[in-house]
């Protein structure tokens, strides 16, 4: 790990191109986390595993325990312990948003081998947050 690496959690900018909306409501020390949510519809969870490396955000791999609507379990996924597991072809984010809705359980956020609510981190949910490379 390195020593200056952490995740912040802030609220999200107003608009696009906008720097996250205040100062951090949290910070994670850690250059990995993982952060699951159950999809609002199918109800099954979903989780994926990100590194803090560069100062961006790289998805490592993602797990889905079903399929059903935006769900599709894609090409050359594996089932692992009843999870469809694979590696999402995304680039280096600088920041992760998170629609945080009220209407839908809260996102799960784990690092250090703790899991807990983001709203213990953050608050409750209703406002959109950003997830960044501390910097």
Known sequence: MSAAAALCIALAAAGPG???G???????????????WTHSVERI????????SGGQLRLVEARVRGSGAGMEVPDGARLVEGAW????????LDRLTLANSGF????RICSWGTCRPLAELA????????LYACP
Do not use: C, K, M, N
């Not at 969870?45 to 803090?52: K, P």
């Open 85 to 92: 597991v694979y590696r999402p072809q995304l680039p280096p």
């Open 22 to 36: 205040g100062p951090p409501l949290a910070r994670l020390p850690g250059d990995a986390f993982s952060l699951a």
């Open 18 to 20: 906008e720097a996250a």
């Open 104 to 107: 839908t359980a809260d996102y």
């Open 123 to 130: 608050g409750p949910p209703g406002r959109p947050l950003a």
């Open 45 to 52: 969870e979903w989780r994926e595993d990100w590194r803090i």
